[in-house]
């Protein structure tokens, strides 16, 4: 299995506070992506980024924000967390055409 | 990124062949047939990808017709542990232009392997 690890795997925290999962990887991959798993609506990608420091929006970036200072670590934040975020985070890397997944994090907001 | 139809979901019995069928009708030349599978609770996995060829791996077997219009996924002995969601995905490869390999996954088929 491809080195990728997502810390916190489980956070319960309430709306309004600031949050951040961390995806990190032992691969050297060049790209790096966030998705949210949610019932009824399948993976859909929140951000991605393509080297460091260079990130860009997927398709359901709104209250989600990126950074991702070194080759291994791509943060996640959500910077006043509501209770649609509630979800599972997956995050996943690439260098050439497969991706490969972290575990996962199950993230509830009360 | 093309469309694709997938059944809802499939039954298999285990040892026998799981013959997985995609519609992919919109398909563009230079878009690639991915597939991925997960297991509950899981991260998804890689399985295979093609282009116009068929493709075999230690996991799968990929058939893509022809006019490249389908395509099936073959798991050639299926065992318990292949009970799965599994996602049909046609994109444009990484090296093929400005997607970065961005995954557009849809309702993928829940294949069930009964004993």
């Known amino acids: 299995d491809a080195g990728i690890t997502q810390s916190p795997r489980h956070k319960v925290t309430e709306t309004g506070t600031p949050v951040t999962l961390r995806c990190h990887q032992t691969?050297?991959?060049?790209?790096m992506y966030w998705y949210r798993q949610d019932p009824g609506h399948g993976l859909r990608l929140i951000h991605y980024s393509y080297g460091v420091k260079d990130t860009d929006k997927g398709e359901v970036s709104d209250g989600y924000s990126v950074s991702r200072s070194k080759t291994e670590d791509f943060l996640l934040t959500l910077e006043s967390a509501t209770s649609s975020q509630t979800s599972v985070y997956f995050c996943a890397i690439s260098d050439h055409d497969e991706q490969y997944f972290g575990p996962g994090t199950r993230l509830t907001v009360t | 990124d093309a469309k694709t139809t997938q059944p809802t979901s499939m039954d298999c019995a285990e040892g026998r062949a799981a013959n997985l069928p995609c519609n992919h009708s919109t398909i563009s030349g230079n878009e690639y047939v991915y597939w991925y599978r997960q297991i509950h609770s899981q991260g998804p996995q890689y399985i295979i990808h093609?282009?116009?060829n068929n493709e075999t791996n230690e996991m799968a077997s990929l058939i893509i017709t022809e006019d490249r219009k389908s395509s099936t996924l073959i798991l050639p002995h299926a065992t318990l542990r292949d009970t799965a969601v599994y996602y049909c995905?046609?994109?444009?490869?990484?090296?093929?232009?400005?997607?970065?390999?961005?995954?557009?996954f849809g309702q993928g088929t829940i294949l069930t392997v009964h004993p």
């Open positions: 691969e050297n991959h060049r790209y």
């Open positions: 995905i046609v994109r444009v490869a990484i090296s093929g232009g400005t997607s970065y390999g961005k995954l557009t």
């Open positions: 093609g282009l116009k």
